[in-house]
């Protein structure tokens, strides 16, 4: 069981930047590809990055490609979501997951449903 908590959310203007934390407990991070995802109020969760298990593919929402990027650590247990140029749009609440497939392609990773583990969310609010 891999248990996430996401961090470092907040209320920023719009054109700021913030970075999201998301720390997974226990010794198989590493085993795990990761995704963030987001649901804004009304709307449905949806698809904003995902990495796979040694970082070596990335994949990202058009709505957020060149302005956000996902990165992890394994040594550290933490998967990053750097979120720059920020406009009101973007807030929702974000959630990280995790997902024991390692497979190649933005496919793969884009649906909630193919995800086993989830965070709590934390909010992003941006002001314009």
């Known amino acids: 069981q891999v248990q996430l908590v996401e961090s470092g959310g907040g209320l920023v203007q719009a054109g700021d930047s913030l970075r999201l934390s998301c720390v997974a407990s226990?010794?198989?991070?590493?085993?795990?590809?990761m995704g963030w995802f987001r649901q804004a109020p009304g709307k449905e969760r949806e698809f904003v990055a995902a990495?796979?298990?040694?970082?070596?593919?990335?994949y990202y929402a058009d709505s957020v490609k060149g302005r956000f990027t996902i990165s992890r650590d394994n040594a550290k247990n933490t998967v990053y979501l750097q979120m720059n140029s920020l406009n009101s749009e973007d807030t929702a609440v974000y959630y990280c997951?995790?997902?024991?497939?390692?497979?190649?392609?933005?496919?793969?990773?884009?649906?909630?449903?193919?995800?086993?583990?989830w965070g709590q969310g934390t909010q992003v609010i941006v002001s314009s």
């Open positions: 226990g010794r198989t991070f590493s085993s795990y590809a």
């Open positions: 990495i796979r298990r040694n970082s070596d593919r990335t």
């Open positions: 997951a995790a997902d024991r497939e390692n497979c190649i392609g933005y496919g793969c990773y884009v649906h909630a449903n193919g995800y086993d583990h």
